[in-house]
């Protein structure tokens, strides 16, 4: 099962569960392997930013990604393979191709500042871990720094037949996604999926002007399901109606620097994984803030009962 172009859905961003120790809980990827597949996920996305990659070992991240893998053999899994220097990469993607992965996101880094560099970066990405490996393109100018323009994203495509999908989190970024599907009605850039991030803070719109769904970690990744599947069958009143009860959540849990402390404490407590515990170093939660997430969901619970959590 290889990445196409033709993706549609939700991918949801998995986290990382550790126990209280800081180890890997394989039990709590197991329980959150099948929720996403009985909530509708189209497919999957490991070891992203959410997925706390920089903090595993490498043998860690490729049992890690094993595990989603076996787990959920009907989904496609995309592996993030991100890394400092290209053979880390060419390593873990290999390995995860070998292992059943769907595909690859790679991630630019933080260094690169011009048009040409990030183009460069890209070609030589794809010349290590082999033209066969399909590819996310990750657009994260928020946390990356790293601005890519609509040029700049059809010079990529246009150069590696590989990349079959862009992970488009730039804010603003409405816009962009418009200008890209312009292009390709005109002819001048060939089809790619379009999958959203920023927790999915402007879906609604974002599938509006074309995106085909969302790759993100919200916590109630079947509320993105069902608002994508509302958008894709022309409900818009009923997938706006849905995603606007969700908002104050979603709001919350982009906060910078305890983004994924919120994510991990709801599901912890919607019993998607046992502990809403990060691996060092690492942001947590204070009673106030708690408190507020809390708030939060029982408002939530009015309208989306997937909230009201005992």
């Not at 996101?105 to 690169?112: G, K, V």
């Not at 995106?211 to 509320?223: E, I, L, S, V």
């Not at 994924?260 to 060092?280: C, E, F």
Request: a negative charge; proline letters at 6%.
């Amino acid at each position: 099962m290889q990445l196409q172009s033709s993706a549609k859905g939700v991918y949801p961003i998995a986290p990382t569960p550790f126990l209280p120790d800081g180890t890997v809980d394989f039990s709590s990827i197991d329980r959150l392997a099948d929720f996403y597949v009985a909530c509708g996920a189209t497919g999957l996305t490991v070891l992203g930013i959410m997925g706390e990659a920089p903090k595993l070992e490498a043998s860690e991240a490729l049992e890690i990604a094993t595990r989603f893998i076996k787990r959920v053999p009907s989904l496609p899994v995309v592996v993030g393979v991100s890394a400092p220097g290209f053979a880390a990469m060419r390593s873990l993607a290999k390995a995860s191709m070998d292992a059943g992965a769907a595909g690859v996101m790679i991630a630019p880094p933080n260094t690169l500042r011009t048009d040409d560099q990030i183009v460069t970066y890209y070609r030589q990405a794809i010349e290590a871990i082999g033209a066969d490996i399909p590819f996310v393109i990750q657009d994260y100018p928020l946390t990356l720094s790293v601005v890519m323009t609509p040029g700049v994203i059809r010079r990529i495509i246009t150069d590696n037949p590989s990349c079959v999908m862009l992970k488009h989190e730039d804010w603003p970024g409405l816009e962009k996604i418009s200008t890209l599907r312009k292009w390709e009605a005109e002819g001048s850039l060939r089809h790619v999926s379009i999958l959203c991030g920023n927790g999915g803070l402007f879906l609604d719109f974002e599938t509006e002007r074309g995106a085909d769904g969302a790759m993100t970690g919200y916590a109630f990744p079947d509320m993105l399901v069902d608002t994508v599947r509302l958008a894709q069958a022309g409900e818009r009143d009923k997938a706006h109606d849905l995603f606007d009860a969700h908002l104050p959540l979603l709001r919350y849990e982009q906060q910078q620097g305890i983004g994924l402390a919120v994510r991990k404490y709801v599901m912890a407590r919607r019993g998607l994984i046992a502990s809403d515990t990060q691996r060092a170093p690492a942001g947590g939660l204070s009673p106030a803030a708690k408190a507020e997430v809390e708030y939060l969901l029982s408002r939530l619970a009015r309208f989306d009962n997937r909230a009201a959590i005992a």
